[in-house]
């Protein structure tokens, strides 16, 4: 990195020479120092997100720059400063404040049912189960837990959510229409167009460290980073689009019908992706991060590369989901759930739900 940008890397908020930065990030891409030049095409379309040759400048560049591994594309979030929070949020979202990150890749979307079993080495998913009508809240998390380790599923006439207890670990049978007629099966709606959901964020882990080398880290984004991505270079905006209010053209949210509920979700890329290439950020489901959840952080918040508090009883979730309503869908809304998984004297933790799942960030050692 040259010495002589470093400012770029601490510049935020809406003050700033657009023709400036536009010109150093053509003069930075022409000397191929590409990951500077991302940075200040960046700051230019924060500041002018309505300029078309630069944001098509942009946008080439973070495309050459975008990385495609284990079958995922990466997607390239320049570094620099942002303005982290909400000051017309919830307590949580406050105070309003800089953050500055080196700069990562971004799964373009959470990670799949069908992905995730191949990178576990997990049997895939049938193509079943795509919405569920009228079952109750355990009946919901046994037909969405997705996969199992490779181990023989054990069949009870009694309970047909009967388990698999192996080193603690347990996995549901998956249900079958004679026994709940109510599931609809959608067999045009594969598993690699769904987001892996019902997921621990301890099981995340499971998957991050076995993908991780030592010259590559696979991992959890940390809660700033997620909060930058969503933003996708846009400056002061509440959703990844922009100020524009949610709506079904936008995003996959509010999804109960109050006279027939009909929990379901969308294929991922159904909607528009934001300004850094990356889907499905608001509504779809709930993402783990890897931060612990404090409602007062914020107010003590390091500027540079935050990575949360240091313990917790829960982890922070971000992005809502398609059964949550519209004022969760912002960047800056903070939801948290304990991290653990299935326990013997405590059974499932919370995070056996049909709307909590995850993306990847990559970085380089």
């Keep these: 990195m040259s010495l002589e940008y470093d400012w770029l890397f601490l510049e935020h908020g809406d003050k700033g020479d657009v023709d400036e930065l536009f010109m150093i990030a053509k003069k930075l891409e022409q000397k191929n120092e590409l990951r500077i030049a991302a940075t200040a095409y960046d700051r230019a379309f924060g500041l002018d997100p309505e300029n078309k040759e630069i944001a098509s400048s942009r946008r080439e560049l973070l495309e050459r720059l975008a990385i495609t591994e284990h079958g995922i594309k990466f997607c390239y979030i320049p570094a620099g400063s942002f303005l982290m929070g909400s000051e017309l949020g919830e307590l949580d979202e406050q105070p309003v404040h800089p953050v500055r990150l080196d700069d990562y890749w971004l799964s373009e979307t959470p990670i799949t049912w069908l992905t995730f079993c191949e990178l576990m080495d997990w049997y895939p998913p049938t193509n079943v189960l795509l919405s569920i009508n009228g079952l109750k809240d355990d009946e919901v998390t046994a037909v969405w837990y997705a996969g199992n380790p490779k181990e023989q599923w054990i069949k009870s006439e009694e309970d047909p959510y009967d388990t698999v207890k192996e080193e603690n670990k347990v996995r549901f049978e998956y249900c079958t229409r004679e026994k709940n007629p109510d599931i609809s099966f959608h067999p045009d709606e594969t598993f690699d167009e769904k987001p892996m959901v019902a997921i621990s964020w301890k099981r995340v882990l499971e998957l991050t460290e076995r993908l991780s080398t030592n010259k590559i880290i696979y991992r959890l984004p940390t809660e700033a980073e997620w909060e930058k991505a969503a933003r996708g270079g846009l400056i002061n905006c509440k959703y990844p689009w922009g100020d524009k209010a949610p709506s079904e053209q936008l995003c996959d949210f509010n999804r109960f019908e109050i006279y027939n509920f009909n929990l379901s979700i969308l294929p991922m890329k159904s909607f528009s992706p934001n300004h850094y290439g990356l889907y499905d950020l608001a509504g779809s489901i709930w993402e ?55 326990s013997p004297t405590e059974g499932w933790s919370p995070h056996m739900s049909p709307n909590i799942g995850f993306r990847l960030c990559r970085v380089n050692k």
């Design 288 to 342: 783990w991060t890897n931060d612990w959840y404090d409602a007062c952080y914020y107010k003590e918040s390091p500027t540079d590369q935050p990575t949360g508090p240091v313990s917790g009883q829960e982890k922070v979730l971000r992005g809502g989901s398609w059964a949550d309503c519209a004022d969760a869908m912002t960047v800056s809304f903070r939801m948290s759930r304990k991290s653990r998984g299935w």
